[in-house]
């Protein structure tokens, strides 16, 4: 059965998962990325080193966002969310890290995952990490359950 998923479900859904993927569009280029997140009842809560994905959101503010569980390919839930970027300031952003790894932290599957562990991928590499959230204005669920 198809159908679509209701207030209720797209909150709980944003609620559980942790990994989203952001679409942004800039300059004539549309970019799709996978994030890991916190969702805190109106925003998405994200880090990133600076690259591709927070220049073009700069740019242009306005983006989207999805987030889906798969059981297999007769069972799904997917969420479709437009929103707007917004980057942290200092006080807000380390507010939000520990917010964000509180929440991951359970979900790790290595210590090399956590954002605030040394080995992180953004640890030494030079590249500042940016905390941002993504004020989520229109949401937007199907699901498929067999």
């Known amino acids: ?22 679409g942004c569009h800039a300059n004539d280029l549309t ?16 880090h990133s080193a600076e690259g591709q994905k927070l220049r073009m959101m700069r740019a242009n503010p306005r983006v989207c966002f999805e ?16 929103g707007r970027f917004e980057e942290l300031g200092p006080a807000e952003a380390a507010q939000a890290m520990t917010d964000l790894a509180r929440w991951l932290k359970p979900r790790m599957p290595s210590v ?10 953004h640890h030494g590499s030079g590249l500042k990490a940016v905390a941002f959230r993504i004020r989520l204005e ?6 498929e359950h067999r």
């Open 31 to 46: 970019y799709v990325v996978p994030v890991t997140y916190w969702y805190d009842g109106h925003a998405v809560i994200c």
């Open 67 to 82: 987030v889906d569980r798969m059981r297999d390919m007769g069972n799904w839930e997917s969420v479709v969310a437009q």
């Open 112 to 121: 090399t995952a956590d954002p605030t562990h040394p080995e992180s991928p």
């Open 138 to 143: 229109e949401k937007t669920g199907r699901f």
């Open 1 to 22: 059965m198809l159908g679509k998923l209701g207030p209720e479900q797209i909150e709980r859904l944003l609620q559980q998962e942790c990994i989203g993927r952001i």
